[in-house]
C-alpha cells in the first residue's frame, strides 16, 4: 500500500516497515534537530506496542501511527491528554460509521465497536528540564483484526458498503487530534472530560478489573480531573488511575 502523505505534508514521515512508530518517534526526538510537531506512519510494525507493556498486531492495510508535539500546555492537565486522544479517535471514527453502530471509549484511551476493539493508543511522555514532548500512538484497525483470545476485535470496513482508505482516517485524525491539542487548556479539558464519559464504555455499570495484581469490581461514576475511573464498591468510592489498572471485559 503506497501512501503520498510526505509529498503533501511536510510534517508527516511515512514508512513501509518499522519496528515501531513510537519507538522511530523517540529516535528522531533523540537526535535534538528539531523540536516540531511531526507524524510518523507506518504500513506495517514488527513490534507494535500496546499499553502496560503489550504489544499491538500490525498488519498491513490498518493505521499505525504517532505524533511528536511538544508540550505547550499546563503539565496539570497531563493525565487529560489520554481523554483527549480518545475523544479525537472516536470522533473520527464517528465521522466514517453509521449512525447504528454503538462506539464507545473504554477507559483510558481504547475505542470499542458492539463491544469489540477497534482501536488503541499508547501515549509516552518525555519531560527532561526544557524538553517537554508527548508522543502519542496511535492504532486503528481498518481493513482487518487481529483473532484474540482475551477479548473481541474488530475493523471500521467490516461496518460499511463503501469501504474506506488508511489515508481517508489517518487525515481525519490528524485535523481533529491536532485541532484538540493546540487548544488545549483548563477551558477545553472541561469539554473533553464530559465528551468522554458521554461516550464512555460501562458507564454507571459494574465493572471487572485488576489494579496492582488484586482484583476488584465496582459501578463506573465519573472520571476525576485528573482523568481517574472512579468506582462505587461495596466499601466505598475507590480512585484508579491508568498506570495501575486494567478494566476486564466480559
Not at 493505521?63 to 496539570?76: A, E, G, Y
Not at 477545553?188 to 464504555?201: P, V, Y
Not at 482523568?227 to 466505598?236: F, R, W
Request: include cysteine; charged fraction near 25%; glycine fraction near 6%.
Amino acid at each position: 500500500m503506497t501512501y503520498n502523505f510526505t509529498n503533501i505534508f511536510p510534517d508527516v514521515r511515512h514508512y513501509k516497515l518499522i519496528d515501531s512508530t513510537n519507538t522511530e518517534a523517540k529516535r528522531y526526538l533523540s537526535t535534538g534537530d528539531s523540536t516540531a510537531p511531526m507524524w510518523f506512519v507506518a504500513d506495517e510494525q514488527n513490534a507494535g506496542k500496546g499499553r502496560m507493556g503489550s504489544s499491538w498486531v500490525s498488519s498491513n492495510g490498518n493505521l499505525f501511527c504517532s505524533l511528536v508535539c511538544p508540550i505547550n500546555w499546563n503539565l496539570k492537565l497531563m493525565p487529560m491528554l489520554s481523554a483527549l486522544v480518545a475523544v479525537s479517535i472516536y470522533e473520527t471514527l464517528k465521522f466514517f460509521l453509521k449512525e447504528s453502530n454503538e462506539i464507545k471509549i473504554k477507559w483510558p484511551n481504547d475505542i470499542l465497536i458492539d463491544n469489540s476493539k477497534i482501536s488503541g493508543a499508547l501515549i509516552e511522555n518525555i519531560i527532561n528540564g526544557e524538553n517537554k514532548f508527548s508522543i502519542i500512538g496511535i492504532g486503528i484497525n481498518i481493513n482487518s483484526s487481529p483473532k484474540l483470545k482475551v477479548y473481541d476485535t474488530s475493523h471500521v470496513n467490516m461496518y460499511l458498503d463503501d469501504k474506506i482508505k488508511v489515508n481517508d482516517v489517518f487525515l481525519k485524525l490528524k485535523y481533529i487530534l491536532e485541532k484538540k491539542i493546540n487548544k488545549f487548556s483548563d477551558k477545553t479539558s472541561d469539554l473533553i472530560r464530559a465528551a468522554m464519559l458521554k461516550n464512555a464504555w460501562k458507564i454507571n455499570e459494574n465493572i471487572n478489573y485488576i489494579s496492582n495484581s488484586q482484583e476488584g469490581n465496582g459501578i463506573f461514576k465519573d472520571v476525576s480531573e485528573d482523568y481517574e475511573i472512579i468506582l462505587k464498591s461495596d466499601s466505598g468510592q475507590v480512585k484508579l488511575n491508568s498506570g495501575e489498572l486494567k478494566i476486564l471485559r466480559d
